[in-house]
T-cell receptor
Framework: GAVVSQHPSWVICKSGTSVKIECRSLDFQATTMFWYRQFPKQSLMLMATSNEGSKATYEQGVEKDKFLINHASLTLSTLTVTSAHPEDSSFYIC??????????FGSGTRLTVV | QKEVEQNSGPLSVPEGAIASLNCTYSDRGSQSFFWYRQYSGKSPELIMFIYSNGDKEDGRFTAQLNKASQYVSLLIRDSQPSDSATYLCAVNPSGTYKYIFGTGTRLKVLA
């Protein structure tokens, strides 16, 4: 089945620094990937749609200058949290889809900003 | 606002019993429906998907869809402690490739 790899699995950073998260489709090409954020005991909230070769589409209320998305190849999308603050601490998950219905999720990245 | 509603639980069932998880959605034009399982601290994994009214069975899992009533359910037969997790309902509204997730139902299977 489709495998989506996400790195790092966890990261701790200082307030004001930037963090990059990578999402790779290992055995298939993904023209579209999605980035979600999940706070404790809450559901997944779609942040943005990452489109290979074009600009990402951000959901309402998500700051595109803070959450930079780059989808430079058919197997890699990156999310950079710029000038991170403690309120950005969350579980970030990417997803992509191969042929079968349903999106496959990466393993997630737990970001803690101190 | 297109919404997906789930009871947050926890839903506690004894081992071997049937667990019934429910989900309602607001967008009547939704076409695709998915159930994901999420263990604590992990990312969701797809269990079932259903497109047509009626039941769809896969092993111990049965997904049920009623578009007229706008609900989708997941039955887990012979529940095992390893089934203890949060179950997320996801709906693909009409005219979009996005998924809208419910808040999830936490299931506890008691040994």
């Amino acid at each position: 089945g489709a495998v989506v790899s996400q790195h790092p699995s966890w990261v701790i950073c200082k307030s004001g620094t930037s963090v990059k998260i990578e999402c790779r489709s290992l055995d298939f090409q993904a023209t579209t990937m999605f980035w979600y954020r999940q706070f404790p005991k809450q559901s997944l909230m779609l942040m943005a749609t990452s489109n290979e070769g074009s600009k990402a589409t951000y959901e309402q209320g998500v700051e595109k200058d803070k959450f930079l998305i780059n989808h430079a190849s058919l197997t890699l999308s990156t999310l950079t949290v710029t000038s991170a603050h403690p309120e950005d601490s969350s579980f970030y998950i990417c997803s992509a889809r191969e042929d079968l219905p349903g999106y496959t999720f990466g393993s997630g990245t737990r970001l803690t900003v101190v | 606002q297109k919404e997906v509603e789930q009871n947050s639980g926890p839903l506690s069932v004894p081992e071997g019993a049937i667990a019934s998880l429910n989900c309602t959605y607001s967008d009547r034009g939704s076409q695709s429906f998915f159930w994901y399982r999420q263990y604590s601290g992990k990312s969701p994994e797809l269990i079932m998907f259903i497109y047509s009214n009626g039941d769809k069975e896969d092993g111990r899992f049965t997904a049920q869809l009623n578009k007229a009533s706008q609900y989708v359910s997941l039955l887990i037969r012979d529940s095992q402690p390893s089934d203890s997790a949060t179950y997320l309902c996801a709906v693909n509204p009409s005219g979009t490739y996005k998924y809208i997730f419910g808040t999830g139902t936490r299931l506890k299977v008691l040994a």
